[in-house]
């Protein structure tokens, strides 16, 4: 039998720990999805390209311990990971800028999986307005306001120019909307300390790849 229970940590838990979670769950879903049961912190660590330290330092955080010789029970381990996260939680969100990105997005990104549900999408252009994507009503700008407080909505998909970004935020944070997966440039982070944000620039990823390329070839 495993031994261990996951516990909220009383301690600030390190955004290196959390950046390394999803890893950790998509592994161990796909390895749950082949019908495999148990799993080492070394063969865990061989999947996820650290070390069985760290894997076991990272769950210690949460009060996770697997039986000494046995290793940790996969089903678990996703189903602690999930509480951890609050995957099952559903936090509402909304996504503002149906263009390519945004578009995208709605189209290709299991927001539900990841701990989201999604109820809105908004947009300026005519053309998108009162279209649906993926079931989702792109509805007018105009609406957002409303549309979050009689939602509850409080976390946001920023897929809009940095330009426009600024004024948007601005106005979301002051619904208090103040959770946001940031596809623009601009700093949310800077302007508003007390937010969370997570910030997705495309742009950087590619330069970094480009140094791979031009150094390890």
């Not at 290709?108 to 701990?115: E, I, M, Q, R, V």
């Not at 946001?180 to 970094?208: H, Q, W």
Request: aromatic letters at 10%; hydrophobic letters at 40%.
């Amino acid at each position: 039998m495993d031994n261990y229970r996951f516990i909220n940590s009383e301690n600030k838990v390190s955004n290196q720990v959390i950046k390394r979670l999803p890893r950790y769950y998509g592994i161990l879903k796909d390895l749950e999805n082949k019908g495999e049961v148990k799993i080492s912190s070394s063969q865990l660590a061989r999947l996820a390209g650290t070390t069985a330290s760290q894997i076991r330092q990272d769950f210690s955080v949460f009060g996770a311990f697997g039986q000494q010789g046995f290793g940790y029970s996969i089903k678990n381990l996703i189903a602690g990971i999930n509480d951890i996260i609050g995957i099952k939680l559903q936090h509402k969100a909304i996504l503002v800028g149906a263009g390519n990105i945004g578009k995208a997005l709605l189209n290709h990104l299991d927001f539900s999986a990841n701990g989201f549900n999604l109820v809105g999408a908004f947009d300026t252009s005519p053309d998108l307005i009162g279209t649906t994507v993926n079931e989702i009503k792109i509805r007018p700008l105009s609406e957002l306001e409303s549309f979050c407080k009689i939602n509850g909505v409080h976390t946001a998909v920023i897929c809009v120019p940095k330009e426009a970004a600024i004024e948007l935020v601005s106005k979301l944070y002051d619904i208090n909307v103040y959770n946001f997966l940031n596809f623009s440039d601009y700093d949310i982070k800077m302007a508003y300390p007390d937010a969370n944000v997570e910030t997705v620039r495309l742009g950087n990823s590619l330069m970094c790849l480009c140094y791979m390329v031009t150094n390890f070839r």
